[in-house]
């Protein structure tokens, strides 16, 4: 994160205010007051993200001056497992799935926020931090909507072992066409990131 705002220093990153590093966990208190008055929202971090504020206390917030939440979540080692599960533990079923991604982002859009990107499935901190960079490069850099910034995470940005382009005539023995290495071939975490609300979300 700290590279990242040097690298986007001269769009006000000045303005930016939040909390880094592991040292240091912010309460749940320290972390509605960031939501509250935020113009946009970025995570970056292990295991789900309402697994630091219930859902009860989101869906009570008033969030309409934050237009955009990025949530980059559902990372896991071995300590945020065991720590995800002794808080699952004392938690109803109903309480466990207002966590899942699909919920967050309702509850997020019901509190005001126009764009909500966040992960469908768990991922590795590396490519969370490689897909914060992509989106956030977009949307502050090249000044690509929200959308757009989500979708240039599915156009080969990723790195994969393996490229590959399909040419339009097709083998005449197996009828499998031909691959041609020019294009990188997507892995299935180039489609995790998902954009709730507002597509055409531009930000100044």
Not at 37 to 47: P, T, V
Not at 150 to 179: F, W, Y
């Amino acid at each position: 994160m700290s590279e990242i705002l040097g690298t986007h220093s001269q769009l006000s990153a000045h303005l930016w205010e939040g909390f880094t590093g592991s040292k240091y966990r912010p309460s749940m208190a320290e972390i509605e007051q960031l939501l509250s008055r935020c113009s946009a929202f970025i995570f970056l971090g292990m295991e789900r993200f309402m697994g630091n504020i219930t859902p009860a206390k989101l869906a009570a917030l008033n969030l309409s001056d934050c237009n955009l939440a990025l949530l980059f979540d559902l990372v896991q080692n071995s300590k945020s497992v065991a720590r995800q599960s002794d808080l699952d533990k004392d938690k109803s079923p109903g309480q466990r799935a207002l966590e899942g991604p699909l919920e967050t982002a309702l509850i997020l859009s019901l509190g005001g926020v126009g764009s909500i990107a966040l992960n469908q499935w768990h991922s590795s901190f590396q490519l969370n931090t490689q897909h914060m960079a992509s989106v956030l490069e977009g949307l502050l850099k090249d000044k690509l909507t929200s959308g757009q910034a989500v979708h240039s995470l599915r156009k080969g940005q990723n790195p994969s072992p393996r490229s590959a382009k399909e040419k339009v005539t097709p083998n005449v023995n197996d009828h499998v066409p031909h691959i041609d290495a020019q294009t990188p071939l997507l892995t299935p975490a180039a489609y995790n990131c998902v954009l709730y609300g507002l597509p055409n979300l531009i930000v100044p």
